[in-house]
């Protein structure tokens, strides 16, 4: 994984790179009955790109705020928590809505299937006022929904963490584990459906452990040498032991790993991060590590720096990978699953547009519009550039940006008296009158305007 011997003071490219590829794997995962998802490391072993993307976010978040307690005091520190939090909160309200969009569009294009029910957001539809009050206090939390719900609820827990870890290192890490217990020891869970007794997937009183112990190695608390030879063949048994323990083919023919499986399944809980996921990924964590080490360029080339330039922008790219994901899976509903070349195509678009949105997330911050001609200059722009900035407007060199502008200028015209999809009524638009309530009509006497002053027109319209 990163760097577990001390913490870098730049950007840990290691740690970007491992971040980005998580979010690759959950873009693949989160697609419905995506046929790629069989080929995906989760297949293969105990933890998955879950297990990656908080424990990196743990050894980042000790980079980040870890080092902004120390250097700001508990309070300024505070604020910045709280301004996180405020992200994570966000980006959680709008991944709901874009994706409830996303399943109208969806019912609308593919009408033989029902991504509704698919995602299990009916009770938002249903019951709207008292399912969007539930949204936004977080008592309803559909499964698809409920990664940032947890990151958002160990966030909040960071502060005290830090405080503890004033008292002792040993203090903060030990109300960890004993948090852990004791959420197993007395089942504490956290409500995520109002209407049933439905928990938080992502229970946060157990994922805590995993984002605290990558904020251990973050912080440089833990340490663990490359040079023992034990630990790394330990690692790597652990890591070849479960791939036959998570395969469904082998499992499920090989009497003796489903039965080794089925002893081991409390340790496997990935709701409540079964003891075991949290060793896999450790074991997994430090053989990267020994890569790394042992070919420290590979992370140089154009693909692996592109992906953790996505990982460097890790919420919006996964704000940005969950919908697309999901739009994904009813591409493939009206493709059709059959041909691998549908999969391919629309797995591998997703994944072009993610590498392309983390390319332009970076660009897009730099403000690249307010960049005067002499900081250009400073930054090693060619004198050519900086001289068609200066030189009178050219047309020629504008001829890109028309077509964009064109169809911005013209997007209010097709918008007004725009045709809904293709019912201009919905039948829950429609009033239906039973013929018990056929006396409640009234007559209702229309009047002209004056210049049909006199004639009185009794229509008995029924309302």
């Known amino acids: 994984m990163a760097s577990l011997d001390q913490p870098e003071q730049t950007r840990n490219i290691q740690l970007d790179f491992f971040r980005g590829l998580a979010l690759i794997v959950i873009f693949i995962n989160h697609m419905p009955d995506n046929p790629w998802f069989w080929y995906t490391p989760s297949r293969f072993g105990l933890s998955d790109a879950a297990e990656v993307f908080v424990f990196s976010s743990g050894f980042a978040s000790a980079l980040a705020y870890g080092r902004c307690f120390e250097r700001a005091g508990l309070w300024l520190g505070l604020v910045r928590i709280l301004h996180r ?37 009916a009770y938002f539809f249903d019951a709207t006022q008292q399912a969007l009050y539930d949204l936004f206090t977080l008592a309803y939390v559909p499964n698809y929904f409920d990664i940032l719900p947890m990151y958002l609820v160990v966030i909040v827990w960071l502060p005290i963490f830090w405080l503890l870890s004033r008292l002792h290192i040993g203090v ?12 197993y020891q007395f089942g504490w869970e956290m409500s995520a459906d109002p209407a049933s007794d439905r928990a938080w997937y992502f229970n946060p009183y157990n994922w805590q452990l995993m984002f605290f112990t990558g904020y251990a190695f973050g912080a440089g608390w833990a340490r663990v040498s490359l040079k023992h030879g034990w630990l790394l063949a ?27 499986r089925a002893s081991l399944t409390p340790w496997l809980d990935k709701s409540h991060l079964g003891v075991l996921r949290w060793l ?24 692996p720096r592109s992906i953790a330039t996505m990982g460097q922008q890790s919420l919006r790219i996964f704000l940005f990978s ?76 504008q001829a890109l940006a028309l077509p964009c502008l064109i169809g911005l200028a013209a997007l209010p015209a097709v918008l007004t008296n725009a045709q809904r999809f293709s019912e201009a009524i919905t039948p829950d638009l429609v009033v239906q009158l039973h013929e018990t309530d056929s006396e409640a009509l009234q007559q209702v006497e229309a009047l002209l305007p004056e210049a049909e002053t006199g004639k009185v027109i009794d229509s008995r319209q029924q309302l």
């Open 234 to 260: 330990l690692c790597l048994a652990i890591v070849l032991v479960s791939i036959p323990l998570e395969h469904e083919s082998t499992y499920t023919h090989i009497k003796f790993w489903g039965e080794l």
């Open 172 to 183: 903060a890490l030990a109300c960890s584990v004993a948090l852990y217990w004791a959420s």
């Open 322 to 397: 969950m919908v697309l994901s999901y739009a994904g899976g009813i591409w493939l509903d009206h493709l059709g699953r059959e041909a691998w070349q549908s999969a391919a195509l629309v797995n591998l678009s997703g994944l072009g547009l993610m590498l392309l949105a983390g390319q332009i997330m970076p660009w897009l911050d730099t403000k690249p519009w307010k960049i005067s001609p002499n900081a250009k200059l400073a930054q090693g722009v060619s004198s050519d550039y900086s001289e068609q900035l200066t030189m009178p407007y050219r047309w020629g060199n």
């Open 85 to 121: 939090c405020v992200q994570i909160y966000s980006a959680h309200l709008a991944s709901f809505v874009l994706l409830a969009l996303v399943c109208v569009i969806g019912n609308r294009w593919v009408p033989e299937m029902d991504d509704i029910q698919r995602l299990n957001i």
């Open 280 to 303: 896999h990924l450790l074991a997994l964590a430090y053989l990267m590590h020994h890569v790394c080490h042992w070919r420290p360029q590979w992370l140089s080339g154009t693909l």
